[in-house]
C-alpha cells in the first residue's frame, strides 16, 4: 500500500493566509503551505474531496473509489467532481460516505454520469477492487465517519479526522488491527479550551495510548499527525514533541509504503525517535 499525503492541515489550511501568529510567520518563513487534509492510497482511493488542487506532480486520474468522511467543505468539496466530469466523463467512480455528504455531491454530477454514490453508516463495510472498507465511529459535530482501509496486495491503513477523542465503539472495532499507517488528527496543539469536537497536544497521545492497549497500533505502525492548525507550535517543536509519543509529522506530498516503517524499526536503536 502507497500511502501520499495530499494535504496534511486543517480546514483553514497552515499557515492560516490572514493569519500573523508565531507558528503561521514561521511557515511562511520556511515556505512551508499545508492544504486541507486529504489522502490518496495506491493512486486509486481518494480519502476527502478538498477543495485544494493536490500537490505538484500527483495526478488524480486513476482514482476510481472516494471516501468522504463528512461534510464539511474542507472535506467535501463536491465541485471537485466537475472537474473530474470535464476530463473524464466515461470512467465509472464510487463516492462513499454519509448520507448528508453524498447529498451536496448530488448537484454537482451530471444525470447520465457513471458515479455511484454510497451511504454508510459507522459499521459499514464497502469493497470495491479488492480494497475493503470498514466506516467508523467518530465523534464530531455533523454525521461523520472514520475509515479502516485493507488495500488488496496487503497494508492497513486507519484515517481518523475529524473527531474528537475516539468513541469507544471505534477503539473496539480495531482491536488487533495492526495498522500500518494511522493517520490520526491533532488540529489544535495547545489550545486545550477550543471546545470542539477534534484533538490536541493533551487528547492527541491519550488516543494513541488507547489504539495501542487494543493492539490497533504496534511498534511497527506508521503515525502520523494530520489536520494540522496554527494552533500548533512551530513546526519542529511540535514534531519533537509528537516524536516522544511515537508520531511524527510529514509535509504534504510525502508518500509512505506500508511495512517501510517496520522495517526501519528493526534496522535502528529501538531507543531513537522516529524519523
Same mark, same amino acid.
Given at each position: 500500500?502507497?500511502?501520499?499525503?495530499?494535504?496534511?492541515?486543517?480546514?483553514?489550511?497552515?499557515?492560516?493566509?490572514?493569519?500573523?501568529?508565531?507558528?503561521?510567520?514561521?511557515?511562511?518563513?520556511?515556505?512551508?503551505?499545508?492544504?486541507?487534509?486529504?489522502?490518496?492510497?495506491?493512486?486509486?482511493?481518494?480519502?476527502?474531496?478538498?477543495?485544494?488542487?493536490?500537490?505538484?506532480?500527483?495526478?488524480?486520474?486513476?482514482?476510481?473509489?472516494?471516501?468522504?468522511?463528512?461534510?464539511?467543505?474542507?472535506?467535501?468539496?463536491?465541485?471537485?467532481?466537475?472537474?473530474?466530469?470535464?476530463?473524464?466523463?466515461?470512467?465509472?467512480?464510487?463516492?462513499?460516505?454519509?448520507?448528508?455528504?453524498?447529498?451536496?455531491?448530488?448537484?454537482?454530477?451530471?444525470?447520465?454520469?457513471?458515479?455511484?454514490?454510497?451511504?454508510?453508516?459507522?459499521?459499514?463495510?464497502? +469493497?470495491?477492487?479488492?480494497?475493503?472498507? &470498514?466506516? #467508523? %465511529?467518530?465523534?464530531? !459535530?455533523?454525521? $461523520?465517519?472514520? =475509515?479502516?482501509?485493507?488495500?488488496?496486495?496487503?497494508?492497513?491503513?486507519?484515517?481518523?479526522?475529524?473527531?474528537?477523542?475516539?468513541?469507544?465503539?471505534?477503539?473496539?472495532?480495531?482491536?488487533?488491527?495492526?495498522?500500518?499507517?494511522?493517520?490520526?488528527?491533532?488540529?489544535?496543539?495547545?489550545?486545550?479550551?477550543?471546545?470542539?469536537?477534534?484533538?490536541?497536544?493533551?487528547?492527541?497521545?491519550?488516543?494513541?495510548?488507547?489504539?495501542?492497549?487494543?493492539?490497533?497500533?504496534?511498534?511497527?505502525?506508521?503515525?502520523?499527525?494530520?489536520?494540522?492548525?496554527?494552533?500548533?507550535?512551530?513546526?519542529?517543536?511540535?514534531?519533537? +514533541?509528537?516524536?516522544?509519543?511515537?508520531? &511524527?509529522? #510529514? %509535509?504534504?506530498?510525502? !508518500?509512505?509504503? $506500508?511495512?517501510? =516503517?517496520?522495517?526501519?524499526?528493526?534496522?535502528?536503536?529501538?531507543?531513537?525517535?522516529?524519523?
Amino acid at each position: 500500500m502507497r500511502v501520499t499525503l495530499l494535504g496534511t492541515g486543517a480546514a483553514d489550511g497552515w499557515p492560516n493566509p490572514w493569519c500573523t501568529c508565531a507558528s503561521c510567520a514561521d511557515a511562511r518563513a520556511a515556505g512551508t503551505t499545508r492544504r486541507q487534509t486529504s489522502v490518496l492510497v495506491d493512486g486509486g482511493v481518494l480519502l476527502d474531496l478538498s477543495p485544494a488542487l493536490p500537490p505538484d506532480g500527483v495526478s488524480l486520474a486513476g482514482v476510481h473509489t472516494v471516501l468522504i468522511t463528512h461534510a464539511h467543505p474542507d472535506h467535501c468539496a463536491p465541485f471537485a467532481l466537475l472537474w473530474r466530469h470535464w476530463v473524464r466523463p466515461d470512467d465509472p467512480l464510487t463516492v462513499v460516505g454519509p448520507a448528508d455528504a453524498l447529498a451536496t455531491c448530488e448537484p454537482w454530477l451530471a444525470p447520465d454520469a457513471p458515479v455511484e454514490l454510497v451511504a454508510v453508516t459507522p459499521g459499514g463495510t464497502v +469493497r470495491r477492487r479488492g480494497y475493503e472498507v &470498514r466506516a #467508523l %465511529p467518530a465523534d464530531h !459535530e455533523v454525521p $461523520a465517519v472514520l =475509515y479502516d482501509v485493507a488495500g488488496p496486495d496487503g497494508g492497513r491503513l486507519l484515517y481518523a479526522t475529524d473527531t474528537g477523542p475516539l468513541p469507544e465503539a471505534a477503539v473496539e472495532a480495531v482491536r488487533d488491527a495492526a495498522f500500518d499507517v494511522v493517520l490520526l488528527e491533532e488540529t489544535f496543539g495547545d489550545v486545550r479550551d477550543h471546545d470542539t469536537r477534534h484533538l490536541d497536544l493533551g487528547t492527541f497521545p491519550e488516543q494513541l495510548d488507547r489504539l495501542r492497549a487494543v493492539g490497533a497500533v504496534t511498534g511497527a505502525t506508521d503515525v502520523v499527525a494530520v489536520h494540522l492548525g496554527h494552533h500548533n507550535p512551530p513546526a519542529a517543536q511540535l514534531a519533537a +514533541r509528537l516524536a516522544e509519543h511515537g508520531a &511524527r509529522v #510529514l %509535509p504534504d506530498g510525502a !508518500e509512505l509504503h $506500508a511495512g517501510a =516503517y517496520r522495517r526501519r524499526s528493526w534496522n535502528s536503536d529501538a531507543s531513537a525517535a522516529p524519523a
